[in-house]
């Protein structure tokens, strides 16, 4: 039993010590890893161009390089520049690389941030059992008590228990009770107790955007293998897109803390009780870094709400986009294709001899796709019309029907126009081609009709008229024109004066 217990306990170790952040730790070169990415990485620059980190880690070595370490006597310094360290780190999984906006970064990862914050608590201050912690300890009991405990009565009597105490505080106040302070012994160990709680957050905040970072590269690796039905995968992966943060553990906790400190007022609260803590005189006893830690504490804490947002709107987007862009059809068209390229290659391999001439190919083959409009503009036909019938001289064209189609018939329109007018002064244009015959109602008199009354003088007036004229074949056409009053012609020009 005792055997197997150990045996436990040591596998459990090992696995322990195959996580990212305590092999960065117990790595030979850790001291001068955890220097340089406490240096590059910040608060206040959590990413870093790829390019500036480099010239500023390869400056580092520079310097240490110069003040003797490096030396077999003293600690050792990696061999290589920034960028072969920097790939180094990526690969390990202390280092993250990404793109933002248009450029390449590196950012900590969750471990990375782990490790230096473990560097940090035990370089820095002894870590020591005090009241504040004590304290909070149980506090945090005593909730989770009251929350596990469904009893009614029992939060009741809790609730009239601590209203009385308020009561009895807020009375004696108010007859003139001093207030009690603590003295600064006790205010320092309640700032260490909430620098130590603070600096847990942003580990915690970069395992969340891991997770979800994670969660996209599993969603866009399940729809490029495309072994479901696309719309089963499309459903179930929107869905899970979109309630990413419920998918795990770490954003779960997350969400839960977001309806703590999500809401802006929660924020401005935080910073005005840290300035309050601030102006008290026994932070000029803590240390200027700790002092920097409490005033950043609620600005990392937004940072860090932040990220994971950031980092939850791109899983979306992502998902999104590959679901937009996602063709099953064309994916297997294009493996088809170079499944196709490879087997051919490998039949002209086992044909052919060494140091044989391969012709290439120039050009690819250009589709037959017939004649394509070059311009929408151009109003030539895509073909031309078919070509006229030859005319047979000896062959004769009735004269009629070559009449019937033919243009305006203008004296007999004239003659019509002064016979329906009877010696009258005027003449309605309308009534007189509505009372002419068949053969000088066709579209075309109608134009000449008017044309003769405008050389004889005529005036519009505002009564629109419907006219329907005929064909020759007979069919029939409508227009509506303005009433038209033209002179005489026969008056006009004189033709039918006394002599």
Known sequence: MATRGVEGAYQGALRAFQNPMLA?????????????????????????????????????????????????????????????????????????????????????????????????????????????????????IERLAQDADPDLMSRMVRLHEEI???????????????????????????????LHLARELPADFARVAESIKAIQRDVVAELRHDVRPTGEVLREYLARGQRILDATPEGRAFAGALRLIGDPGQIDNLWGQLRIVLRHRFTGLLPEQQRRELTDISRRIEQGVREVLAAQRQASHV?????????PMRDRQVDELLR???????????GSRRGEAVEPLRRLPVADVGHLRQRMSDLRPQQPPAPLRDWDESEDMPAADTRAWGGPRYAELRAHLEAFADGAASVDVVAAFRAGGAEIQR??????????????????????????????????RRFALGNVVASNPLLADGSGSDE
């Open 443 to 476: 579209p075309v008199d109608l134009l000449g009709l008017l044309e003769v009354a405008d050389g004889a003088g005529m005036t519009e007036t505002d009564e629109v008229a419907l006219v329907d004229t005929v064909r020759p074949d007979r069919t029939r």
């Open 24 to 140: 960065l730790l117990h790595q030979t070169h850790a001291p001068f890893v955890v220097t340089v990415l406490a240096m590059v990485f910040t608060a206040e620059r959590p990413t870093v161009v790829v390019a500036d980190a480099h010239a500023e880690i390869n400056d580092a070595l520079k310097q240490l390089r110069a003040a003797g370490y490096g030396d077999e006597d003293s600690q050792p310094l990696p061999v290589g520049n920034a960028r072969d360290l920097c790939r180094q780190w990526v690969q390990a999984g202390w280092l993250v690389r990404q793109v933002s906006d248009d450029a390449e970064v590196y950012r900590l990862s969750a471990y990375g941030v782990g490790a230096l914050e473990v560097a940090g608590r035990v370089g820095g201050a002894r870590t020591r059992v005090s009241e504040s912690r004590v304290r909070t300890l149980l506090e945090a």
């Open 164 to 194: 009385q105490l308020r009561q009895r505080e807020l009375t004696r106040l108010e007859k003139g009770g001093a207030v009690e302070t603590a003295d600064d012994e006790q205010l320092l160990e309640a700032a260490e107790n909430v």
């Open 340 to 350: 196709d390229v490879m087997s051919g290659l490998h039949k002209w391999v086992s």
């Open 319 to 327: 998902i999104t986009t590959q679901v937009r862009n996602h063709d």
